[in-house]
Protein backbone atom coordinates (compact mmCIF):
# COMPACT_ATOMS: atom_id res chain seq x y z
CA UNK A 1 0.00 0.00 0.00
CA UNK A 2 2.89 2.51 0.84
CA UNK A 3 4.10 1.90 -2.96
CA UNK A 4 0.63 2.45 -4.20
CA UNK A 5 0.50 5.91 -2.41
CA UNK A 6 4.06 7.15 -3.27
CA UNK A 7 2.93 6.39 -7.03
CA UNK A 8 -0.26 8.68 -6.53
CA UNK A 9 2.32 11.36 -5.10
CA UNK A 10 4.14 11.35 -7.76
CA UNK A 11 1.73 11.84 -9.96
CA UNK A 12 -0.20 14.29 -8.23
CA UNK A 13 3.04 16.63 -8.65
CA UNK A 14 2.86 16.28 -12.56
CA UNK A 15 -0.65 16.91 -12.83
CA UNK A 16 -3.08 19.83 -12.34
CA UNK A 17 -5.98 17.91 -11.18
CA UNK A 18 -4.28 16.17 -8.33
CA UNK A 19 -1.87 18.89 -7.11
CA UNK A 20 -5.05 20.58 -6.16
CA UNK A 21 -4.87 18.36 -2.94
CA UNK A 22 -0.86 19.03 -2.52
CA UNK A 23 -1.06 22.21 -0.67
CA UNK A 24 0.45 22.30 2.66
CA UNK A 25 -2.08 23.13 5.51
CA UNK A 26 -2.53 23.03 8.91
CA UNK A 27 -5.84 21.79 11.09
CA UNK A 28 -5.02 24.74 13.69
CA UNK A 29 -5.65 27.29 10.34
CA UNK A 30 -5.90 30.35 12.94
CA UNK A 31 -2.69 29.41 14.04
CA UNK A 32 -1.30 29.65 10.82
CA UNK A 33 -2.60 33.55 9.51
CA UNK A 34 -0.02 33.87 7.09
CA UNK A 35 -0.65 31.21 5.19
CA UNK A 36 -4.24 31.53 5.81
CA UNK A 37 -4.34 34.70 4.56
CA UNK A 38 -2.06 37.64 3.43
CA UNK A 39 -4.39 40.16 5.16
CA UNK A 40 -3.65 38.66 8.54
CA UNK A 41 -0.18 39.87 8.11
CA UNK A 42 -0.48 42.74 11.32
CA UNK A 43 -3.76 41.85 12.03
CA UNK A 44 -3.15 41.95 15.59
CA UNK A 45 -6.18 43.21 17.75
CA UNK A 46 -4.21 42.41 21.09
CA UNK A 47 -0.14 42.86 20.23
CA UNK A 48 2.32 45.04 18.39
CA UNK A 49 3.66 41.39 17.18
CA UNK A 50 4.12 37.93 17.28
CA UNK A 51 6.05 35.05 16.32
CA UNK A 52 5.14 31.66 15.74
CA UNK A 53 5.80 27.66 15.08
CA UNK A 54 3.62 24.78 13.94
CA UNK A 55 4.56 21.37 13.53
CA UNK A 56 2.19 18.58 12.30
CA UNK A 57 2.53 14.92 12.21
CA UNK A 58 0.44 12.90 9.57
CA UNK A 59 -0.28 9.31 9.04
CA UNK A 60 2.18 7.47 11.35
CA UNK A 61 -0.20 4.55 12.13
CA UNK A 62 -0.03 3.56 8.11
CA UNK A 63 3.46 5.13 6.64
CA UNK A 64 6.81 4.23 8.09
CA UNK A 65 7.66 8.02 6.32
CA UNK A 66 4.74 9.89 7.41
CA UNK A 67 4.29 13.42 6.27
CA UNK A 68 5.57 16.14 8.45
CA UNK A 69 4.70 19.57 8.27
CA UNK A 70 6.44 22.51 9.82
CA UNK A 71 7.02 26.20 9.84
CA UNK A 72 8.21 29.19 11.21
CA UNK A 73 6.49 33.02 10.74
CA UNK A 74 6.30 36.39 12.29
CA UNK A 75 4.45 39.86 11.64
CA UNK A 76 4.58 43.27 13.12
CA UNK A 77 2.52 46.09 13.17
CA UNK A 78 4.39 49.62 11.50
CA UNK A 79 3.35 52.89 11.35
CA UNK A 80 0.53 52.92 13.31
CA UNK A 81 1.40 56.31 14.93
CA UNK A 82 2.19 57.97 11.38
CA UNK A 83 -0.70 56.91 9.12
CA UNK A 84 -4.54 58.47 10.61
CA UNK A 85 -6.78 55.47 11.69
CA UNK A 86 -4.04 52.82 9.67
CA UNK A 87 -0.88 50.86 9.58
CA UNK A 88 1.13 48.19 7.64
CA UNK A 89 1.59 44.84 8.64
CA UNK A 90 4.93 43.25 7.33
CA UNK A 91 5.83 39.34 7.78
CA UNK A 92 7.18 36.41 6.98
CA UNK A 93 6.96 32.76 6.93
CA UNK A 94 8.93 29.52 6.34
CA UNK A 95 7.69 26.15 5.94
CA UNK A 96 9.04 22.40 5.00
CA UNK A 97 7.07 19.64 4.36
CA UNK A 98 8.28 15.94 3.86
CA UNK A 99 6.28 12.59 3.05
CA UNK A 100 7.23 9.39 1.91
CA UNK A 101 10.00 6.77 1.62
CA UNK A 102 10.64 8.64 -1.83
CA UNK A 103 11.96 11.42 0.50
CA UNK A 104 9.41 13.74 -1.23
CA UNK A 105 10.57 17.76 0.32
CA UNK A 106 8.68 20.93 -0.20
CA UNK A 107 10.40 23.89 1.04
CA UNK A 108 8.67 27.38 0.92
CA UNK A 109 9.15 31.04 2.16
CA UNK A 110 6.96 34.02 1.92
CA UNK A 111 7.11 37.91 2.41
CA UNK A 112 3.90 39.18 3.55
CA UNK A 113 2.44 42.85 3.34
CA UNK A 114 -0.70 43.97 4.07
CA UNK A 115 -2.59 47.62 4.76
CA UNK A 116 -4.95 47.85 7.50
CA UNK A 117 -8.01 50.95 7.33
CA UNK A 118 -10.10 51.36 10.05
CA UNK A 119 -13.67 52.84 9.35
CA UNK A 120 -15.00 54.76 11.78
CA UNK A 121 -14.82 53.55 15.88
CA UNK A 122 -15.86 49.96 15.37
CA UNK A 123 -14.63 48.43 12.03
CA UNK A 124 -11.46 47.49 9.90
CA UNK A 125 -10.54 46.83 6.73
CA UNK A 126 -7.52 45.00 5.53
CA UNK A 127 -6.03 44.12 1.75
CA UNK A 128 -2.88 42.01 1.86
CA UNK A 129 -0.41 40.04 -0.79
CA UNK A 130 2.33 37.76 -0.49
CA UNK A 131 5.31 36.97 -2.58
CA UNK A 132 7.37 33.71 -2.40
CA UNK A 133 9.59 30.75 -3.78
CA UNK A 134 8.57 26.94 -3.21
CA UNK A 135 11.31 24.49 -3.72
CA UNK A 136 10.17 20.85 -4.30
CA UNK A 137 12.78 17.64 -4.62
CA UNK A 138 12.54 13.70 -4.79
CA UNK A 139 14.50 11.54 -4.37
CA UNK A 140 13.39 8.21 -6.68
CA UNK A 141 16.44 5.47 -5.37
CA UNK A 142 13.61 4.35 -2.85
CA UNK A 143 10.76 4.54 -5.07
CA UNK A 144 8.80 1.42 -6.84
CA UNK A 145 6.72 1.84 -9.72
CA UNK A 146 3.86 -0.22 -11.32
CA UNK A 147 5.93 -2.00 -14.35
CA UNK A 148 7.92 -2.94 -10.71
CA UNK A 149 4.96 -5.30 -9.75
CA UNK A 150 6.65 -8.94 -10.02
CA UNK A 151 3.08 -10.50 -9.31
CA UNK A 152 3.40 -10.25 -5.29
CA UNK A 153 5.43 -7.41 -4.52
CA UNK A 154 7.40 -4.44 -5.51
CA UNK A 155 10.89 -5.01 -6.56
CA UNK A 156 12.84 -1.68 -7.42
CA UNK A 157 15.54 -3.58 -8.64
CA UNK A 158 13.67 -4.20 -11.94
CA UNK A 159 14.12 -1.91 -14.50
CA UNK A 160 11.35 0.68 -15.31
CA UNK A 161 10.11 2.59 -18.30
CA UNK A 162 9.24 5.71 -15.51
CA UNK A 163 11.78 9.00 -15.93
CA UNK A 164 11.83 11.58 -13.46
CA UNK A 165 13.45 14.30 -15.83
CA UNK A 166 14.06 16.87 -12.94
CA UNK A 167 14.30 16.21 -9.25
CA UNK A 168 14.56 19.17 -8.38
CA UNK A 169 12.11 22.17 -9.48
CA UNK A 170 11.50 25.46 -7.92
CA UNK A 171 9.02 28.29 -8.32
CA UNK A 172 7.41 31.87 -7.91
CA UNK A 173 4.20 32.14 -6.01
CA UNK A 174 1.78 35.05 -5.22
CA UNK A 175 -0.78 35.26 -3.27
CA UNK A 176 -3.70 38.18 -2.28
CA UNK A 177 -6.07 38.46 0.43
CA UNK A 178 -9.05 40.48 2.23
CA UNK A 179 -10.16 40.70 5.86
CA UNK A 180 -12.83 42.95 7.66
CA UNK A 181 -13.25 43.00 11.15
CA UNK A 182 -16.28 44.80 13.52
CA UNK A 183 -16.22 44.90 17.04
CA UNK A 184 -18.78 47.37 18.38
CA UNK A 185 -17.70 46.82 21.86
CA UNK A 186 -14.56 45.28 24.17
CA UNK A 187 -16.61 42.31 24.76
CA UNK A 188 -17.89 41.10 20.86
CA UNK A 189 -15.10 40.83 17.88
CA UNK A 190 -16.21 39.37 14.25
CA UNK A 191 -13.80 38.77 11.60
CA UNK A 192 -13.86 37.25 8.27
CA UNK A 193 -11.54 36.75 4.73
CA UNK A 194 -11.04 36.09 1.75
CA UNK A 195 -7.88 34.78 -0.22
CA UNK A 196 -6.58 33.64 -3.30
CA UNK A 197 -3.41 31.39 -3.73
CA UNK A 198 -1.28 30.53 -6.54
CA UNK A 199 -2.13 33.70 -8.52
CA UNK A 200 0.62 33.16 -11.18
CA UNK A 201 -0.42 29.32 -11.76
CA UNK A 202 3.52 28.66 -11.72
CA UNK A 203 4.48 25.12 -13.26
CA UNK A 204 4.88 22.68 -11.19
CA UNK A 205 6.42 18.51 -11.96
CA UNK A 206 9.11 16.65 -11.68
CA UNK A 207 8.64 16.06 -15.87
CA UNK A 208 9.83 17.81 -18.90
CA UNK A 209 6.75 17.88 -20.44
CA UNK A 210 3.34 16.99 -19.49
CA UNK A 211 1.27 13.50 -20.41
CA UNK A 212 -1.16 14.58 -23.34
CA UNK A 213 -4.43 15.88 -21.63
CA UNK A 214 -2.93 16.86 -18.53
CA UNK A 215 -1.69 20.65 -16.99
CA UNK A 216 0.74 21.00 -14.15
CA UNK A 217 0.35 24.53 -13.44
CA UNK A 218 -0.78 25.24 -10.19
CA UNK A 219 -4.47 26.08 -9.93
CA UNK A 220 -5.47 28.61 -7.43
CA UNK A 221 -6.78 27.67 -4.13
CA UNK A 222 -9.72 29.84 -2.71
CA UNK A 223 -9.77 29.98 1.24
CA UNK A 224 -12.28 31.57 2.95
CA UNK A 225 -12.86 31.93 7.27
CA UNK A 226 -15.17 33.62 9.43
CA UNK A 227 -14.02 33.45 13.21
CA UNK A 228 -15.60 35.52 16.14
CA UNK A 229 -15.18 36.58 19.93
CA UNK A 230 -17.24 36.99 22.30
CA UNK A 231 -16.44 37.93 26.07
CA UNK A 232 -20.10 35.91 28.14
CA UNK A 233 -18.40 35.84 31.67
CA UNK A 234 -15.73 37.97 33.12
CA UNK A 235 -13.81 34.52 33.57
CA UNK A 236 -15.03 32.81 30.11
CA UNK A 237 -14.54 33.74 26.12
CA UNK A 238 -16.04 31.88 23.41
CA UNK A 239 -14.45 31.60 19.96
CA UNK A 240 -16.46 29.93 17.00
CA UNK A 241 -14.89 29.68 13.59
CA UNK A 242 -15.76 28.46 9.58
CA UNK A 243 -12.96 27.12 7.08
CA UNK A 244 -13.24 26.68 3.53
CA UNK A 245 -10.96 25.86 1.19
CA UNK A 246 -11.25 24.28 -2.38
CA UNK A 247 -8.61 23.73 -4.86
CA UNK A 248 -9.06 21.95 -8.44
CA UNK A 249 -12.14 20.42 -7.90
CA UNK A 250 -10.94 19.78 -3.49
CA UNK A 251 -12.24 21.10 -0.57
CA UNK A 252 -11.89 21.08 2.47
CA UNK A 253 -14.23 22.88 5.47
CA UNK A 254 -13.61 22.61 9.37
CA UNK A 255 -16.10 24.21 11.53
CA UNK A 256 -15.75 24.32 15.90
CA UNK A 257 -15.22 26.57 18.51
CA UNK A 258 -12.66 26.66 21.66
CA UNK A 259 -13.45 28.91 25.06
CA UNK A 260 -11.10 30.22 27.02
CA UNK A 261 -10.86 30.61 30.76
CA UNK A 262 -9.14 32.96 32.54
CA UNK A 263 -6.89 31.11 35.76
CA UNK A 264 -5.85 34.68 37.25
CA UNK A 265 -7.00 38.25 37.92
CA UNK A 266 -5.00 39.70 35.16
CA UNK A 267 -5.31 37.00 32.52
CA UNK A 268 -2.06 36.21 32.34
CA UNK A 269 -3.01 32.34 32.76
CA UNK A 270 -5.29 30.70 30.86
CA UNK A 271 -6.75 27.24 30.13
CA UNK A 272 -8.34 27.09 26.07
CA UNK A 273 -10.16 24.36 25.46
CA UNK A 274 -12.32 23.78 21.94
CA UNK A 275 -13.37 20.67 19.11
CA UNK A 276 -13.57 20.80 15.54
CA UNK A 277 -15.10 18.78 12.36
CA UNK A 278 -13.20 18.47 9.02
CA UNK A 279 -16.49 17.71 7.66
CA UNK A 280 -16.45 14.14 6.50
CA UNK A 281 -13.20 13.42 7.43
CA UNK A 282 -11.88 14.02 10.52
CA UNK A 283 -13.01 14.98 14.48
CA UNK A 284 -10.17 17.79 15.70
CA UNK A 285 -10.25 18.06 19.68
CA UNK A 286 -7.90 21.04 21.34
CA UNK A 287 -6.29 21.59 24.09
CA UNK A 288 -3.82 25.25 24.83
CA UNK A 289 -2.34 26.95 27.63
CA UNK A 290 -1.70 30.36 27.93
CA UNK A 291 1.02 32.23 29.95
CA UNK A 292 1.77 35.68 29.87
CA UNK A 293 2.81 36.56 25.92
CA UNK A 294 3.25 32.62 25.30
CA UNK A 295 0.54 30.26 23.88
CA UNK A 296 0.39 26.64 23.02
CA UNK A 297 -2.23 24.29 21.47
CA UNK A 298 -2.56 21.20 20.62
CA UNK A 299 -4.94 19.38 18.04
CA UNK A 300 -5.65 15.35 17.11
CA UNK A 301 -7.41 14.57 14.10
CA UNK A 302 -9.32 11.46 14.86
CA UNK A 303 -10.39 9.98 11.24
CA UNK A 304 -13.88 9.11 10.99
CA UNK A 305 -14.10 8.68 6.80
CA UNK A 306 -13.67 4.98 5.23
CA UNK A 307 -10.08 5.51 6.09
CA UNK A 308 -10.19 4.83 9.59
CA UNK A 309 -10.55 1.28 8.76
CA UNK A 310 -6.65 1.61 7.56
CA UNK A 311 -5.37 3.94 9.80
CA UNK A 312 -7.68 2.97 13.70
CA UNK A 313 -8.79 6.51 13.64
CA UNK A 314 -5.39 7.63 14.10
CA UNK A 315 -5.00 10.91 11.65
CA UNK A 316 -2.84 13.57 12.45
CA UNK A 317 -0.94 15.22 15.87
CA UNK A 318 -0.44 19.16 15.72
CA UNK A 319 0.87 21.88 17.79
CA UNK A 320 1.23 25.36 17.53
CA UNK A 321 2.93 28.19 19.47
CA UNK A 322 2.68 31.98 19.39
CA UNK A 323 4.55 34.48 21.52
CA UNK A 324 2.61 37.99 21.58
CA UNK A 325 4.73 41.25 22.28
CA UNK A 326 4.16 44.86 22.65
CA UNK A 327 7.02 47.80 21.62
CA UNK A 328 6.12 49.10 25.11
CA UNK A 329 6.74 47.34 28.11
CA UNK A 330 3.11 48.76 29.41
CA UNK A 331 -0.02 47.46 27.56
CA UNK A 332 -2.91 49.56 27.08
CA UNK A 333 -5.62 47.99 26.01
CA UNK A 334 -7.05 51.41 25.02
CA UNK A 335 -4.01 52.21 22.63
CA UNK A 336 -5.27 49.79 20.21
CA UNK A 337 -7.53 50.42 17.04
CA UNK A 338 -9.46 47.25 16.69
CA UNK A 339 -10.32 46.02 20.44
CA UNK A 340 -10.74 42.01 20.83
CA UNK A 341 -12.09 40.49 24.27
CA UNK A 342 -9.17 40.22 26.71
CA UNK A 343 -9.23 39.30 30.46
CA UNK A 344 -6.38 42.16 30.81
CA UNK A 345 -7.34 44.67 33.39
Known amino acids: MKEVRIMLLIAALATCGAAGGQDLHFSQWYNAPLITNPANTGFIPDADYRLGANYRDQWSSIMTEPYKTMSIWGDAQLFRNRIENGWLGLGGVLLRDEAGSGNLTSTEAYASLAYHQMLGLSSLLTAGFNVGWINKRI ?3 NLKFPDQFDGKFFDNTL ?47 FFSTDPSGFDSKLPSRYIGFLNASFKTADLVIINPMAYYTNQAGSSEMVLGMNAQY ?10 IGGLYLRVGDAVIPMIGFVYKNIRLMFTYDATIS ?40
Open 306 to 345: SLRNTNNGFGAWEFSLIEYGNYSNSYNGSERQSLCPNFKN
Open 139 to 141: NST
Open 159 to 205: PTSVQIDVPNVSLFDMQVGMNYAYFPTNRMYINGGFSVWHLNHARES
Open 262 to 271: NLSSDGDQQV
